[in-house]
């Protein structure tokens, strides 16, 4: 399968190529925690792609001595070149080309760097769309957009679901036909209208760097006591999640969404060494979710990444209550008030 993703034809190199593109964040429903090989995935999982939480990458490629350098609106980042580096090497085994060029990287987020979001994601599939937007100029065929997230996910993996749709599932599934270990599909089609245009406020609790790292945490599952259940679990919800999101049964969406923040959390909580990343203030927003939900009955719930951040989904239709929710109640948790608006957008674009 990999072998697919080869370039074997020849190119015609060109002395100089650039390019800019920009790729947004996304957020998982159904969540992806364990992993073995090359950044495959141990369960399947699907996410709605945001909007304004976006990286902007240019590149600019030069033939000559392979390396790079690489700057952050225009300042140098060396923290960010050893994960650079390590993806160039993986990439070149699919794009041989890449071999023969300097590579100029410069890139930027539209959310604030330090906001405990991370910025992987959107950052591999920006520069993953850069690289093939140079394959497509140097073979002269058209933009590849499965090969685009089969890169992608060699940086990061859930970074292979911010390329292409609104909601991008990932992983062998066994009820979807098209599913893959190795990139990420699109499942705009199966959204009910309610979910097109869903809103995700994200309350930015803590801004600090995590205490365990995403890689540190999948390679955790590997001897984790409730690994085959939570495997077998990421299958069946994934199935149920997609029958609510295509009949916009938003009931059964809230409940599967919120189990399944609150189980990746619990292996967190489960594994040798065992962690938390939730913060007092993450429980005290899901606690004024639950009993805002109840007294009004707006289908509002809450997922988590793998931080003390809390994602708040809801239809567009009640941005006016959600958003004075916000003011009144919910800003007081979050660090400096901080909050981030943000909704489903459509995945990466050329700038
Ligand atoms: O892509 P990674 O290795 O940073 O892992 C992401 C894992 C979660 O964000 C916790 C879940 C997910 O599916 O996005």
């Given amino acids: 399968m990999e072998e697919n993703f080869k370039l074997i034809s020849q190119v015609e190199l060109k002395e100089s190529l650039a390019t800019t593109w920009q790729a947004p964040s996304n957020i998982a429903l159904v969540k992806y925690w364990g992993k073995y090989g090359m950044q495959l995935p141990a369960n399947p999982s699907i996410s709605f792609t945001l909007n304004a939480c976006r990286t902007i990458t240019s590149v600019k490629a030069t033939k000559g001595e392979p390396g790079f350098n690489i700057s952050y609106d225009g300042m140098p980042k060396p923290d960010f070149a050893s994960k650079i580096k390590a993806y160039l090497e993986r990439v070149v085994d699919y794009c041989p080309w890449v071999r023969n060029y300097y590579f100029d990287i410069d890139t930027h987020n539209t959310f604030p760097h330090s906001s405990g979001i991370a910025s992987s994601a959107s950052s591999m599939a920006a520069l993953s769309a850069c690289i093939m937007d140079f394959e497509s100029e140097l073979t002269g065929t058209a933009l590849d957009y499965h090969k685009m997230s089969f890169l992608s996910r060699l940086g990061s993996g859930s970074a292979c679901r911010s390329i292409q749709g609104a909601a991008v599932l990932w992983g062998a599934h066994k009820d979807t036909a098209n599913s893959s270990n190795f990139y990420g599909v699109d499942q705009t089609q199966l959204l009910h209208p309610v979910f097109q245009d869903f809103q995700d406020t994200i309350l930015l609790v803590d801004k600090g760097e995590k205490v365990v790292s995403s890689s540190v945490g999948h390679d955790l599952m590997n001897d984790h006591a409730f690994a085959k259940a939570r495997f077998e679990q990421a ?72 931080g003390a951040n809390v994602h708040m989904l809801f239809p567009s239709a009640y941005k006016t209550e959600l958003d004075e929710l916000m003011n009144n109640k919910l800003a007081s948790y979050c660090q400096n008030s901080h909050y981030i608006c943000d909704e489903i957008g459509t995945g990466a674009k050329k700038c």
């Fill in 235 to 306: 299958q069946k919800n994934l199935t149920t999640i997609k029958k609510a999101l295509q009949e916009g049964d938003l009931d059964t969406f809230i409940k599967i969404t919120e189990s399944e923040a609150l189980t990746l959390h619990a292996m967190m909580m489960t594994s040798h060494p065992y962690f938390i990343l939730m913060k007092p203030h993450t429980l005290s927003i899901i606690d004024e979710i639950w009993t805002f939900r109840k007294e009004t009955k707006i289908p509002v719930c809450f997922t988590l990444d793998a």
